[in-house]
């Protein structure tokens, strides 16, 4: 077996460093034109003439892309190309297959790097950190720890015995059909794996990006190209989600879902999936990551400054916009009194602004509707009497959606901002008597329907281990001292239960392995000649 690979290294973009003069110049070449966007299927570009507009969400009145979105028959002719790509697609074989998807690695590590890049920041308000460790470092890893693992499988699921006159073996198929790719706008990385893990295993894709992350999914449409991705493996659909999964799901071809996004949007597609059954050819495979609200709790033991530094990057980097972003935090009284002042002046001195100004911390939140929503969610709260704004609150979409970083302290546990995910700069904290530890874990047990992401900060190994017992189904990638964010590749496989998806740990072999459809063969050497048993001779 080829040696394991290893993560892709973090550049710094300090000043002064060639990967800094790069990103900036590319940021500004980007700008400088508007790009129309076409839907790939089967290898073809297709403009339909049927256009929305991608914008910058720090500078909402700059346009980035014309994108034209598909309608039926392009979403047709996607799932019919999907569907005659696989058989060839298989033939070529796994290392062939891993061949294009690791030159696509190497692309990304190189001469794409600063335009994906660039791309992230400009069409999702990410800093140049956040867009290096997502778009570059999480999908080269992606890429390459999954045809590490893929090349794994034909030995890892052998037959342990094979009697005399018997070989026995399995093949590692592909799901017979395609994959419908349903992918957020929050991560270019996740985007871009949730086609391509199943199209590494044999698997072809229907890839319907999101509607705020066109521009830079695009961009990976055409580094998979440019790597040698034959025609139909993975189509690329701009459009419609309820058109493109009723046309997928109305096919009976149609093998899987591969989805990362909302609960409430995840819940109605495994509904309409059930429904489908009867016109299908098999039953499908559904993978999905769903939402969050996760969590930092606190012991009195904890470590201050590390619990200061774990809330502000935990909740506000990325503007909150992380499935795993810190949203609740419990933290007894007596260590609330300690390191308040020390949280809300670090918070104070967080920059907020364009991405393409290096020095800020934070940006813009995606669009209008999440900047309604998550102001909604700060408004409620400064009404309430349990609740109370002690950080942040401001917010402003007069040039990009601009929401300061907010802390809301609650006596309520059970407070709609405590328990409901609000996906942006909004933390809550829930204050706990010093000796009610125990009881906090129960509530935070108990407090939301998600189960994604949650640390424990604490100095005794003996807290620790309560919190761990005490939250073992709460959280599918559990923190010790550290923030809930910023799972790596083959590191911390990534995934969490409850109704924040299936777990099946993207980051990981386990997520691949959702893609297969083994077949045991038995080979039989020495072929019966006589339908008699021994049992039936007579005495």
Not at 10 to 39: N, T
Not at 223 to 231: D, K, Q, V, Y
Not at 274 to 287: D, F, H, K, Q
Request: hydrophobic share 35%.
């Amino acid at each position: 077996m080829p040696e394991q690979p290893r993560n892709e290294p973090i550049l710094g973009y300090a000043p002064g460093s060639p990967e800094r003069e790069s990103i900036m110049e590319e940021i500004d070449r980007q700008m400088s034109e508007i790009l129309e966007i076409p839907c790939i299927v089967n290898g073809e570009e297709v403009f339909t003439g049927v256009t929305m507009q991608q914008v910058i969400p720090h500078n909402h009145g700059h346009i980035l892309a014309n994108v034209h979105l598909a309608g039926k028959e392009e979403i047709e002719s996607a799932c019919l190309s999907a569907v005659k790509a696989q058989q060839s697609w298989i033939d070529i074989g796994l290392d062939a297959r891993c061949q294009i998807f690791e030159k696509c690695a190497d692309l990304l590590a190189g001469e794409w790097r600063a335009k994906v890049n660039a791309s992230t920041m400009l069409n999702q308000s990410k800093t140049v950190f956040q867009a290096e460790i997502d778009s570059a470092c999480e999908l080269i890893d992606f890429w390459r720890f999954n045809c590490h693992y893929a090349r794994g499988f034909h030995d890892d699921f052998q037959p342990l015995v094979s009697p005399p006159g018997v070989v026995n073996s399995t093949e590692i198929r592909p799901l017979e059909g395609f994959v419908l790719s349903i992918t957020p706008f929050n991560f270019t990385s996740i985007a871009g794996n949730l086609p391509s893990a199943p199209a590494i295993v044999g698997c072809t894709s229907v890839w319907k990006p999101s509607r705020n992350s066109y521009y830079s999914n695009y961009f990976l449409m055409r580094l998979m190209m440019e790597a040698g991705l034959p025609p139909g493996v993975i189509n690329f659909l701009p459009g419609s989600g309820a058109e493109i999964t009723g046309t997928a799901l109305s096919n009976p071809d149609f093998a899987g879902l591969h989805f990362t996004g909302s609960t409430a949007t995840f819940q109605g597609l495994w509904q309409e999936i059930g429904r489908a059954l009867p016109n299908l050819n098999s039953y499908p495979r559904i993978v999905g990551e769903t939402g969050g609200k996760d969590f930092i709790v606190a012991h009195p033991d904890c470590d201050r400054r590390g619990l200061v530094v774990a809330l502000l990057r935990g909740a506000f980097e990325y503007q909150g916009q992380k499935c795993s972003a810190a949203s609740r935090a419990y933290v007894p009284k007596s260590v609330w009194s300690e390191i308040s002042d020390e949280l809300i002046d670090e918070i104070g001195s967080i920059s907020m602004g364009d991405a393409r100004d290096l020095t800020n911390f934070m940006t813009a939140v995606i669009d209008k509707r999440a900047f309604d929503k998550i102001s909604g969610y700060i408004d409620r709260a400064t009404k309430r009497d349990t609740c109370e704004v002690v950080c942040g609150g401001g917010y402003d979409d007069s040039v990009g959606y601009f929401i300061q970083p907010t802390i809301i302290l609650t006596q309520d546990p059970n407070s709609e901002s405590m328990i409901e995910e609000i996906f942006g700069p909004v933390l809550t904290v829930y204050l706990y008597e010093d000796d009610d530890f125990e009881e906090v874990l129960k509530i935070c047990d108990e407090a939301s329907p998600y189960a994604l992401t949650g640390s424990i900060f604490s100095s005794s190994e003996k807290n620790i281990q309560k919190a761990f017992e005490a939250l073992r189904f709460t959280a599918g990638n559990f923190y010790i001292n550290d923030k809930p964010t910023g799972a790596v590749v083959a590191q911390q496989p990534f995934g969490g239960a409850r109704a924040s998806g299936t777990n099946d740990k993207a980051g990981g072999p386990l997520n691949l392995l959702r893609w297969i459809s083994p077949r045991s063969i038995k080979r039989t050497l020495e072929t019966p000649h006589d339908w008699k048993y021994q049992f039936m001779q007579s005495d």
